[in-house]
């Protein structure tokens, strides 16, 4: 949600910068529309092609919902030209079953970001990763989600 707000804002902003060089171009030139539609045609099309990339960027474990079951959520941020979440999904799937319920998000600037919700209710936020170390994530999610009960 954060990710396409943020998306559209930036186009906002793009569009409320041509319109402003448009309106300082002559009246009588009526090229600077067409380019103003082929404009917009385009950045609708670079979003479709955004979007189908990113679809398919995510692994298949994004696609099949878990069934919903009392594993604590651990909400993770990655992206494909990471080499730390590239690592964590190594990691991953090396390990097989987790006991948690992983949910692949957008919600940081920063990769890759784990979120869960620690004892206290409050989001815990972690960024960072190195191989090895799933486990103790893991763990620190499961355990939050213990005291919490």
């Known amino acids: 949600m954060v990710y396409e707000l943020c998306r559209w804002n930036a186009a906002l902003v793009l569009v409320c910068v041509f319109a402003g060089w448009l309106a300082a171009l002559p009246a009588d030139e009526p090229a600077a529309v067409a380019d ?3 404009l917009l045609r385009r ?3 670079l ?3 955004v979007d189908a990339l990113e679809r398919e960027a995510l692994p298949a474990q994004a696609e099949s919902p878990a069934p919903a079951d009392n594993r604590p959520v651990l909400e993770v941020h990655s992206e494909t030209w990471c080499g730390p979440c590239q690592t964590f999904k190594a990691d991953l799937a090396a390990a097989g079953e987790v006991p ?3 949910r692949w998000v957008r919600f940081s ?3 890759p970001a784990f979120r869960w919700t620690g004892p206290d209710g409050r989001q815990v936020v972690r960024t960072g990763y ?3 170390t799933l486990q103790a994530l893991v763990g620190e999610v499961v355990a939050a989600a213990g005291r919490k009960r």
Do not use: C, H, K
């Open 36 to 38: 103003w539609q082929t």
């Open 43 to 45: 950045i609708e099309t």
């Open 47 to 49: 979003e479709r092609r």
């Open 100 to 102: 948690v319920e992983l």
């Open 109 to 111: 600037d920063r990769v």
């Open 130 to 132: 190195q191989r090895g």
